[in-house]
């Protein structure tokens, strides 16, 4: 896959999502700009059955099928109306392997277990701390042997996770639950997963880390 350039994802959105209004559009066209989304694209090889946890309106899996050519892209997401959202993006593309369903916040699909790579992209945060060991136990016990998961989220060890936690207020009405990288890196290490990958980096104000972790 060639390299990915954030004035192409913009325009590539802008296209996409003609009708969200101004504070969602901030959000939606312009979100590369302080997420690595160029990075997280490149993990995915061309053929491959793609997920993505908490996939909100299907953003990121909007670009993954234009992008980096999966055989199928699958998102769950607790809210239905987002997933409503990601069906009615979808339904008007040439792309047609997708499906997205509502979690219930505590069983997961076996159909993740189906996937060659799965995406968690700034949900850990969201989740409640009690909950966070769980989840991500979840997570790892679903994926079949080989398969990658793409961890990406906000850095609580760094003091600019005060930004993260304003931006939260304002944008979801709540401030996150980041934990610190290396916190990330031992609950995936608990259960098994194999680090192939991890990277470090400030966007803005907004201090980012992806773990590449594969079963084995």
Known sequence: MSKITNPEI?????????GTGFIDGLKIKYRSYICPFTSLLSYIRPGDHVGDIGCGSGQFLLLASHFARPASVYGIEISERLIQNANALFDRQSFKSYEFKTYDGDHLPERLGEMDILF???VLHHVPPKQQVRFIEQICAVMKPGARFILKDIDRS?????????????FAGEAGNEISMNKAANLLRTNGMHIIEEHKRTMYVYPHYTYVAQKP
């Open 120 to 122: 968690l992209i700034d």
């Open 158 to 170: 760094s003091p600019l996770v005060v930004f993260n936690k304003m931006h939260d207020i304002i």
């Open 10 to 18: 913009v325009r590539f959105l802008k296209e996409h999502f003609p």
